[in-house]
C-alpha cells in the first residue's frame, strides 16, 4: 500500500524509515528514498475541580479529578496516565492515587482548602499537566431549641436536666464532647447553667417567678462558630397551709393553750417552722390571749375570766412574702373558771358568853385547788335561823351574840369567784349554842323562931352560873316547896 504505519504507545520523536525501490523487469535496477515521521504524544489536558464534604464526618469531596481532564480527546484514565498529588494546603485533604478521590479527614475544621495534582503520560514519561481541586470543607450544622423546665424554689433542684437534649450537632443530638457549653446569663444569680451536665440548676430558697437563663454551644471543632438559645424556668413557691387550732388554759392562774399553732400547718408538705414562715397575730377577742410569734404559743394570762375566745394569726412565706403565701388560720381558745368548792362547817360557842363560833369557814374551802381566801372570792351570808347566829363577810367569822339561847343554828353562807362573778357555791355552817353551866348547892342556916329573920343571907352565894357566883341577874330564883309555910324564900334577894 506505501503506508508508514506507526504502532500505538510509540513514543513521541522524530522517526526515519527508508525504503527501496527495485524494477520488476529489471531486478537489478534500485533507488533509496528516507521517509521521516514526526511522532506527537496525544494532547493532554487536567482540568481544575472542586467540591466539598463536611468536617466532621469526612469524606470524598471529588469522586475523580481525571473525569473533567482529558487524554487524547477523551477521559483520562490511570491506564493512560499516571497520578500523583502535588501539594494540599491541610494534610487531612488528601488525593487518592489509585482511584483519583479528593478525601477529606472526618474532623477536618470548616474552610476553603486547596489541593494540586499532577498527570503524567505513561506513553510519554516526563510530560506532565497539572490542575488544582478547591475543595469547600463545610462545618457541621448546628442548631440550639428553647427550653423551659419547673422546680420548687424552696428547696431547689434541676429545673432542666439537659439544655443539649433538644440541640442538634451534625443532624444527632448535641453532646458536650462536640459541644463548648456556657451560660450567657441569667435574670436571677439563683438560676443557673452547669456547663459539665447542661443540667439548669435552681437554688434553694429562690423566690417563685419566671427566669431566663441564655446560653451558648459552641462548635469545638469550629471554634467561633457558635448558637444560643433561652431556657425559660419557672420556680414554684412551695405550698403553705395555715390549719385552725384549739386549746384550754385555767384562766385564774394563766397557762399556755396551745403549744405551737404551726405544728398542725404546713409548708411544702412538711411542718411549718419559723425558719421557713413569719408568724404574726392578726388579732384576739381578748388582750389576756395571745401569739408569742417567736415560738407559736398562745398564752393566757393570769387573771383571764373564763370564756371561749378566738385568736387569728398568720404565716407568710418568708422566700415569697407576697399576699398569695400568706394564709391566716384561727385558734379558738377556752379558758376554764378555777374549781370553787364551798364545804360545810360546825362550830360550838357558849351561848351566854357569845364569841366566834367559827373563825373562818373559808378555811375549808377550795379555789383552784387551794385554799379559798378573800382574795380570790366574795363572801356573802344568804340566811341564817338565829339572827345572832351571823356571818362576817370580812373575816369568815361565824359569831354568836352574847345571851343567845342554847340550840342549833345554820347559816347559809355563798363564795363567789372574783374573777367569775356569777360562779358561786354555797355551803351550811353548823353552830351549836350550849347553855352555861350552872349549879345550886344546898345552904344551911339558923334563927331563933321566936324573932324570926333572916336564916340564909343569900341562898345564890354557894350556886354557880357559868362558872361564877349566880345572881338573880343571870338565873331566876323560885321557891318550889317548904315544909312550914314560915320558912320561905325572898325570890327577889
Keep these: 500500500t506505501g503506508k508508514v504505519n506507526v504502532a500505538p504507545n510509540t513514543l513521541a520523536g522524530t522517526y526515519t524509515v527508508v525504503y527501496q525501490i527495485t524494477d520488476k523487469l529489471n531486478p537489478t535496477l534500485s533507488k533509496q528514498a528516507t521517509v521521516t515521521v514526526t511522532v506527537e504524544p496525544a494532547p493532554m489536558i487536567a482540568n481544575d475541580d472542586n467540591g466539598s464534604a463536611n468536617g466532621l464526618t469526612g469524606g470524598v469531596a471529588v469522586a475523580n479529578v481525571l473525569a473533567n481532564d482529558t487524554y487524547n480527546g477523551s477521559t483520562a484514565n490511570l491506564s493512560e496516565v499516571n497520578l500523583t498529588q502535588v501539594s494540599t494546603s491541610d494534610p487531612k485533604v488528601t488525593l487518592n492515587t489509585s482511584t483519583g478521590e479528593v478525601l477529606v479527614a472526618a474532623n477536618t475544621k470548616a474552610g476553603t482548602y ?42 431547689g433542684g434541676v429545673a432542666v436536666s439537659n439544655v443539649l437534649a433538644n440541640d442538634t450537632y451534625n443532624g444527632t443530638t448535641a453532646t458536650v464532647s462536640n459541644v463548648n457549653l456556657t451560660q450567657v446569663s441569667t435574670t436571677n444569680a439563683n438560676v443557673t447553667l452547669d456547663p459539665a451536665t447542661g443540667a439548669i440548676n435552681v437554688a434553694a430558697g429562690t423566690p417563685a417567678g419566671t427566669y431566663t437563663v441564655v446560653y451558648q454551644i459552641e462548635d469545638k471543632l469550629n471554634p467561633g462558630l457558635t448558637k444560643q438559645a433561652s431556657v425559660t424556668v419557672t420556680v414554684t413557691a412551695p405550698t403553705i397551709i395555715a390549719n385552725n387550732d384549739n386549746g384550754t388554759a385555767n384562766g385564774f392562774s394563766g397557762a399556755t393553750a396551745v403549744n405551737n399553732v404551726l405544728a398542725n400547718d404546713s409548708y411544702d408538705g412538711s411542718t411549718a417552722l419559723l425558719s421557713n414562715v413569719n408568724l404574726s397575730q392578726i388579732s384576739t377577742s381578748n388582750p389576756n390571749v395571745t401569739l408569742d410569734a417567736t415560738t407559736g404559743k398562745v398564752n393566757v394570762a393570769a387573771g383571764t375570766p373564763a370564756g371561749n375566745y378566738t385568736l387569728v394569726y398568720q404565716i407568710q412565706d418568708k422566700v415569697n412574702p407576697i399576699p398569695s403565701q400568706t394564709k391566716t388560720a384561727t385558734v379558738d381558745v377556752i379558758v376554764t373558771s378555777p374549781a370553787l368548792a364551798a364545804n360545810a362547817d360546825a362550830g360550838t360557842i357558849n351561848g351566854f358568853a357569845g364569841g366566834t363560833a367559827i373563825n373562818n369557814v373559808l378555811a375549808n374551802d377550795n379555789y ?60 351550811n355552817a353548823v353552830v351549836t349554842v350550849t347553855a352555861p353551866d350552872m349549879t345550886a348547892s344546898n345552904d344551911a342556916g339558923t334563927i331563933n323562931g321566936a324573932t324570926g329573920g333572916t336564916a340564909v343571907a343569900n341562898v345564890l352565894l354557894n350556886d354557880t352560873y357559868n362558872g361564877n357566883v349566880a345572881t338573880i341577874n343571870e338565873v331566876t330564883l323560885s321557891q318550889v316547896s317548904t315544909s312550914n309555910p314560915k320558912v320561905t324564900l325572898d325570890v327577889t334577894t
Design 114 to 155: 486547596t489541593l494540586v495534582y499532577r498527570i503524567e503520560d505513561k506513553a510519554n514519561p516526563g510530560l506532565f499537566k497539572t490542575a488544582t481541586v478547591t475543595i469547600t470543607v463545610t462545618a457541621p450544622v448546628m442548631v440550639a431549641n428553647p427550653d423551659n423546665g419547673t422546680a420548687n424554689g424552696y428547696t
Design 368 to 427: 383552784n385547788g387551794g385554799q379559798a381566801t378573800l382574795t380570790n372570792v366574795t363572801l356573802t351570808q344568804l340566811s341564817t335561823t338565829n339572827a345572832k347566829v351571823t356571818l362576817d363577810p370580812a373575816t369568815g367569822k361565824v359569831n354568836v351574840v352574847s345571851g343567845t339561847q342554847a340550840g342549833t343554828y345554820t347559816v347559809v353562807y355563798q363564795i363567789e369567784d372574783k374573777l367569775n362573778p356569777g360562779q358561786t357555791k354555797t355551803a
